[in-house]
């Protein structure tokens, strides 16, 4: 990212353009599926604009991924909010979302979850827990203003549906994925806050 003559260089600028460009590179070649002088040759830095900025390309790998995290935290946020207040429909809602992302050209699986498979080190399986984590609490947000007796384990009943999918969605390419696994959701949902008489 050339910097014109007289141009005051901006710190944070430039490592967020630096994580704007190598994002779809790490997410579509793999952590490992290219390299530091490859990635900074199709970005435009230099190595050592790199390693000021992030140390490493590990570093640049975790700051990429907490990035990503946040960003479809927030997204699947929204979808929900946007669905009105009926839990049910909440939680359609994010497998709604989901089946759009799946359906994109570019879609290769959830990035952070496959960063830990690529990478088994502490720093990259802590922020895919955190990622996780954050699915864990708005699912079981959801879950508890249905009525669920037991929120939390609904919550990770929910989520192996949402990552199941995902995985599904990435590597065996069935069509429909999303929606049938927001149909077992709506079923579990439906489950877990039935009361006795609806039995």
Partial sequence: MPVAK???IDPARTRAAILQAATPLLYQRGLDGIGVAE??????????TLYRHFGT??????AMLEVRSQRVSDWLAAAVA????????????????????HDEPTFRGCAVVNAATQHHDHAVRAITARHLDRYLDLLADIAARAGAAAPAALARQLLILVEGATVVAAHHRMTGTADQARDAALTLLAAATATPHDS
């Fill in 6 to 8: 007289g141009t005051t």
């Fill in 39 to 48: 990635l900074c040759a199709r970005i435009g830095v230099s190595k050592e």
């Fill in 57 to 62: 390309k590990d570093g640049l790998v975790a």
């Fill in 82 to 101: 946007s669905a009105g207040d009926d839990p049910a429909d909440q939680l359609a809602a994010i497998f709604d979302a989901l089946r759009q992302w």
